[in-house]
T-cell receptor, first 113, second 112 residues
Framework: NAGVTQTPKFRVLKTGQSMTLLCAQDMNHEYMYWYRQDPGMGLRLIHYSVGEGTTAKGEVPDGYNVSRLKKQNFLLGLESAAPSQTSVYFC????????????FGPGTRLTVT | GESVGLHLPTLSVQEGDNSIINCAYSNSASDYFIWYKQESGKGPQFIIDIRSNMDKRQGQRVTVLLNKTVKHLSLQIAATQPGDSAVYFCAESHGSWGKLQFGAGTQVVVTP
């Protein structure tokens, strides 16, 4: 199993450009999450999904949109990138039931200039 | 201009010694706690978890202690090794779809 994978690994955007980050998991997990991590800080939840076709806002959702059209994929979109969105983005997934352990991907480093 | 990032608390430990990493959590309703390890350039990796109906749980070389009275969590690493050098995060959850609230992290540096 590949676990949780993220595409791309690195990206540089100009202010105002748009992009989509892709997260994929092959563990048949129901729950998926998008976080951002800024220097010296913990992870902050952007959006999450409790199942295919459902999404919900997390702690810092402004400027981002998400979609979960397939159970294994969770997409994070930036419609008009801003320098404040420069960060490392992590995707995670979790199995329904059991513990709350989330499995994380390797991250996407995004720089907005 | 250049932005100044926050500096993580740092714990320097000599190889072979035991490490204790502390975490204060905020929500008295939290019923699940978890520790993650994050190496440079990688995603967080699960270490150990504990539910609120326990006060201690042991894993391989790691022990988590939970004190609900003072809302404090600690992670003990026995016989710390160079591979333990990383940032360690605690996180709490109180239901609500298993969302985790992360702390800021502690940088552990293992010296020879």
């Amino acid at each position: 199993n590949a676990g949780v994978t993220q595409t791309p690994k690195f990206r540089v955007l100009k202010t105002g450009q748009s992009m989509t980050l892709l997260c994929a998991q092959d563990m048949n997990h129901e729950y998926m999450y998008w976080y951002r991590q800024d220097p010296g800080m913990g992870l902050r939840l952007i959006h999450y999904s409790v199942g295919e076709g459902t999404t919900a806002k997390g702690e810092v959702p402004d400027g981002y949109n998400v979609s979960r059209l397939k159970k294994q994929n969770f997409l994070l979109g930036l419609e008009s990138a801003a320098p404040s969105q420069t960060s490392v983005y992590f995707c995670a997934s979790r199995l329904l039931g059991g513990t709350y352990e989330q499995y994380f991907g390797p991250g996407t480093r995004l720089t907005v200039t | 201009g250049e932005s100044v990032g926050l500096h993580l608390p740092t714990l320097s430990v000599q190889e072979g010694d035991n490490s204790i990493i502390n975490c204060a959590y905020s929500n008295s309703a939290s019923d699940y706690f978890i520790w993650y390890k994050q190496e440079s350039g990688k995603g967080p990796q699960f270490i150990i978890d504990i539910r609120s109906n326990m006060d201690k749980r042991q894993g391989q070389r790691v022990t988590v202690l939970l004190n609900k009275t003072v809302k404090h969590l600690s992670l003990q690493i026995a016989a710390t090794q160079p591979g333990d050098s990383a940032v360690y995060f605690c996180a709490e959850s109180h239901g609500s779809w298993g969302k985790l609230q992360f702390g800021a992290g502690t940088q552990v540096v293992v010296t020879p």
